[in-house]
């Protein structure tokens, strides 16, 4: 029930295409959703967030959508480019305990010119 | 301002040696994070520190793996004896009491582990 499942495993889109990430999780108590951006190399770092009082969350080319009654969210990426190639996380975490984050298996991005 | 500090960055050994990483948290974050990062198992939880204190070790893989944060601005993780199968990409992250309910994790560099 701690799990956060995450598909696909790895996605290859042209540039200018849509990405589309997502991800399921089964704890009802979950109620922060984030996604974090990886570079080869590099730790992960915070790309963008939701909680559940709201659909849908877009920061430029990168929105949030949220399913509550599915326990689905999804991350998209308008307009992808050579730069958002990287490896995505989901992550789901609750409010009675603020510190502890469950991430999903991670997606490798591709995006070619 | 230094973001999170893990040494080292790298590190070869054999079978049966011990092994400590070390992390430096951003200078305010009270909670501090060891993931493990496998290409078969994504990033995983190990253990999570609140105010120096462990919270939540469930994640450790077995007694083999030990994990202390003496005081605010240092931790460690230590495995003895090391196996080759915990061959891994080891990442420290912080967060601090922020305005929303749940806080952002700022990640290190990760300690590349390989164990021969």
């Known amino acids: 029930q701690q799990q956060v499942k995450q598909s696909p495993q790895s996605l290859i889109v042209q540039k200018g295409g849509i990405s589309i990430i997502n991800c399921a999780y089964e704890?009802?108590?979950?109620?922060?959703f984030p996604w974090y951006q990886q570079f080869p190399g590099k730790g992960p770092a915070l790309l963008i967030a939701?909680?559940?009082?709201?659909s849908e969350k877009k920061e430029g080319r990168f929105t949030i959508s949220f399913n509550k009654s599915a326990k689905q969210f999804s991350l998209h990426i308008m307009d992808s480019q050579p730069g958002d190639s990287a490896t995505y996380f989901c992550?789901?975490?609750?409010?009675?305990?603020?510190?502890?984050?469950?991430f999903g298996t991670g997606t490798r991005l591709q995006v070619f010119p | 301002d230094a973001g999170v500090i893990q040494s080292p960055r790298h590190e070869v050994t054999e079978m049966g040696q011990e092994v400590t990483l070390r992390c430096k948290p951003i200078?305010?974050?009270?909670?501090l994070f060891w993931y493990r990062q496998t290409m078969m198992r994504g990033l995983e939880l190990l253990i999570y520190f609140n105010n120096n204190v462990p919270i939540d070790d469930s994640g450790m893989p077995e007694d083999r793996f030990s994990a202390k944060m003496p005081n605010a601005s240092f931790s460690t993780l230590k495995i003895q004896p090391s196996e080759p199968r915990d061959s891994a990409v080891y990442f420290c992250?912080?967060?601090?009491?922020?305005?929303?309910?749940?806080?952002?994790?700022?990640f290190g560099p990760g300690t590349r582990l390989t164990v021969l």
């Open positions: 939701i909680r559940p009082d709201v």
């Open positions: 200078s305010g974050h009270n909670s």
């Open positions: 992550a789901a975490g609750n409010s009675y305990n603020t510190d502890k984050l469950i």
């Open positions: 704890n009802t108590a979950f109620d922060y």
């Open positions: 992250a912080s967060s601090y009491p922020g305005t929303g309910s749940t806080n952002e994790q700022f």
